[in-house]
């Protein structure tokens, strides 16, 4: 069975504002990912989901008593910032218990990594820190 992945912020503003994305509310991407989650869950295994978004919509589902797959929750807010010409440095937004205590059976670590990039190392760095703090 697939997992779906639906923990993506960027992409659902564009989805429903091409125009001005920013201008985007959070309940407005809450609700759409609410019928996405509500739709696919009879298919998947398992669910990834982003804290802001789609972890309320799960959880309205969960109140209405509709039958969901175990679901895992990302690290990130964003999956990077901007360093230097065209590097990119992972920010981790969340601990492994602070992802635990929202419910999460996993975790979902993004990375950006090349290695002859300048932040080869911080990226693995950032990438250990995360699993060392998944095992505490």
């Known amino acids: 069975m697939p997992m779906l992945a639906i923990d993506h912020q960027d992409s659902f503003q564009k989805l429903l504002n091409s125009q ?15 019928r996405i989650i509500k739709a696919a869950a009879p298919y ?3 669910m990834l989901l982003d804290i802001s978004t789609a972890l309320p919509a799960y959880k309205n589902l969960q109140k209405e008593g509709t039958i969901l797959p175990p679901y895992f929750l990302t690290y990130t807010t964003t999956s990077y910032s901007e360093v230097g010409a065209g590097e990119r440095l992972t920010n981790l937004a969340y601990t492994a218990q602070e992802l635990k ?25 950032v990438a250990k820190k995360a699993q060392d ?4």
């Open 20 to 34: 001005n994305p920013d201008a985007v509310e959070q309940s407005e991407i809450s609700a759409l990912k609410e």
């Open 44 to 46: 998947c295994s398992g």
């Open 101 to 125: 205590d929202h419910g999460a059976q996993g975790t979902k670590l993004f990375l950006y990594v090349h290695p002859k990039t300048q932040t080869f190392a911080e990226q693995i760095a």
């Open 133 to 136: 703090d998944s095992h505490t």
